[in-house]
């Protein structure tokens, strides 16, 4: 057996049925430590065998190994080695008496992440939380209006009653900022120096998180503004970790590698994609275009620039862009990476069920629930990656805990299409039965009836669809216009804009409806055994999606809250 890293091979273990868990439980653990006769082992097919987790190192055992490029077999003996596990103590110790900046405090994350944080460990020294606001007064406008009177803290206030004002008080620092400057505009030289001082951990959440943003946008804050909050944490005297949440089949919990891109024949150069910026900027303001222009320029500009390096879209683009640069400048700091797949809406903290915003797949149930959608388009066959917020924001603390002091870079997927997957036709099933169960009423106060959709499995069947239901009768109503002396120019230009906004979203969601890959999530269930085996508040922190019925999630927790907190 060769062995080498691109041979793909199935592992069939041999003996009982006990021994054979066992086994699988070593596969559970450290992936990157299983060695078969000193070469590396990768294989896809590991996933089928994670199902359990095991405290033992060593294991000598006896197997089949199937090379898949020959399909020839060899029954042999193989070694696994498995490093030691982390070892974790208590979370709520580690987090009494630190310091935590969360960046894009206003954001939905963080208004999660500092609601548990609160309710979890009071004890915590203080929370800064920067949002973006000219001065401290509108600052605390912001989080008093956005953030802290949200339905969220309910069972924080039902906590501590009057109290509440004087921990926020006592914990919380509201900081006006922006990651786009250095010293992430933090304008009181006071507070900047504070916090220098004082903070241990660094909570990024501030993000662009719209799919088709300005390029010039995107780049200053999920490129450059992630080096910004960098550089602010290498000042931090005490920093004890860095912690940022970003979004990228199989998808290995690697990192990106400065230049790299996904189509690998393009050379990626950040300072270059920032002079392309400035020099269009340049250019459109010589030009005396109107703001609307640019903006529309810059769109198209970062949608080119990310099809040209092989990614879908400007979100995820500059996201990359943004791990490139934390990776190639981190030096000592410890940098943990949390990808989340699809977040949703809270499984079980502080309650079920809380959401905000029209978030991704939230679009389609809440255009459904209305009557608006009628067809659904993607393959029947494939996975929706989904993970409930609070399970999110659990991973970051659990992250938090086990990385700290450690001058490496950590990369975790937090989803669900490993452990407990999510078909793309179950979605369908639970929309109708919900609202078929719960209608809709709509502002004339009629239940809005829905029905099966016509799911279009491929582009083509799309395409079809769009030329036979609008395209033609678009342009029959163009032809009528132009007889009819611009008679019908005002429906004209209402449904020209309606089917080039329709077109728009699904060239840019259109590779993630076709999409086929899971993510791998070898490193977060080794943070998960680690959880369970060696930390005593573990229950406080779960996220492990292998514990969520879908079923249940979906029709009593995730569409009801949809509904209740989205649904206008
Ligand atoms: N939610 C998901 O499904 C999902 C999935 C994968 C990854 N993620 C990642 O998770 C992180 C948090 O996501 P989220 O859903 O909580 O996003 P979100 O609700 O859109 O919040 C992002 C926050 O960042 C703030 N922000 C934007 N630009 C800023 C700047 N220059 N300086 C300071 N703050 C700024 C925004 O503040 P304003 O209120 O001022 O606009 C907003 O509050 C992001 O990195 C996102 O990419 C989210």
Redesign the pocket.
């Known amino acids: 057996m060769g062995g080498s890293s691109n041979e793909k091979y199935v592992v069939h273990i041999l003996g009982s049925q006990q021994s054979t868990k066992d086994y699988h439980k070593y596969l559970a653990c450290t992936p990157p430590f299983i060695s078969f006769f000193g070469s590396k082992l990768r294989s896809p097919q590991l996933y089928d065998l994670r199902l359990m987790h095991t405290s033992l190192d060593l294991c000598l055992c006896f197997g089949s190994v199937y090379d898949l490029s020959s399909l020839n077999s060899y029954t042999t003996t193989f070694l696994f080695l498995f490093s030691s596990p982390m070892e974790l103590g208590s979370i709520l110790h580690f987090l009494e008496n630190r310091s935590i900046l969360v ?8 208004k999660i992440f500092t609601e548990k944080i609160l309710r979890a460990q009071p004890n915590v020294k203080k929370l800064y939380l ?3 606001a000219a001065d401290s007064k509108s600052a605390m406008l912001r989080f008093n209006t956005e953030v802290i009177s949200k339905d969220l803290f309910r069972i924080l206030k039902e906590k501590w009653g009057g109290n509440l004002n004087s921990l926020i008080s006592e914990k919380v620092i509201i900081v006006p ?4 400057c250095e010293s992430l505009g933090v304008k009181d030289l006071n507070l900047l120096e504070e916090m220098l001082k004082e903070v241990d951990v660094v909570v990024n ?5 719209n799919f088709d943003e300005r390029y010039d946008v995107a780049l200053g ?1 999920n490129t450059w ?1 992630a080096k910004h909050v960098l550089d602010f944490a290498k000042n931090c005297a005490k920093l004890k970790h860095m912690y940022l ?3 990228r089949g199989l998808i290995k919990e690697d990192s990106f590698k400065l230049g790299e891109t996904l189509n690998g024949t393009s050379e990626l150069d950040i300072s270059i994609e920032k002079n392309v910026v400035e020099e269009t900027l340049n250019h459109l303001r010589a030009e005396n275009s109107s703001e609307e222009s640019i903006k529309s320029a810059m769109i198209d500009l970062g949608i080119q620039r990310a099809r040209k390096h092989g990614w879908p879209n400007t979100y995820v683009f500059t ?1 990359a862009m943004g791990e490139m640069l934390l990776g190639h400048f981190k030096d000592n700091i410890p940098l943990v990476i949390i ?5 949703t809406s809270t499984y079980k903290e502080p309650f079920p069920g809380w959401v905000e ?1 029209i ?2 797949i939230d679009s389609l149930a809440v255009g459904y629930g209305k009557g608006k959608i009628t067809c659904f388009l993607g393959d029947p066959k494939s996975t929706i990656d989904v993970i409930p917020a609070d399970m999110v924001v659990n991973a970051i603390v659990v992250a938090m805990v086990a990385h700290a002091n450690q001058p490496n870079e950590s990369i975790y997927h937090v989803g669900s299409s490993v452990s407990n997957p999510v078909e793309f036709t179950w979605l369908q099933d639970y929309g109708y039965q919900y609202f078929t169960k719960h209608p809709w009423i709509n502002k004339d106060g009629k239940p809005v009836i829905v029905g099966k959709v016509t799911v279009l499995s491929t582009m083509a069947s799309f395409r079809r669809y769009m030329a036979v239901r609008y395209l033609l009768p678009l342009k029959g109503l163009q032809i009528v216009n132009a007889a009819c002396c611009q008679y019908f120019r005002v429906t004209y230009l209402d449904l020209y804009r309606k089917i080039n906004f329709v077109m728009r979203l699904i060239d840019l969601y259109g590779p993630y409806l076709f999409f086929k890959a899971v993510y791998d999530d070898m490193n977060t269930e080794k943070l998960r055994r680690a959880a369970r085996e060696s930390c005593e508040d573990a229950d406080i922190f779960y996220f492990d999606p292998k514990i969520i019925n879908w079923d249940d999630y979906f029709m009593k927790t995730h569409i009801p809250g949809v509904v209740k907190h989205v649904f206008k």
């Open positions: 960046t894009g405090a206003t954001g939905f994350l963080a920067l949002l973006r900022g922006d990651i786009t959440l501030a993000a662009t998180t804050i503004g949440v970003r979004r996201k990808r989340p797949t699809i977040v915003g978030r991704t």
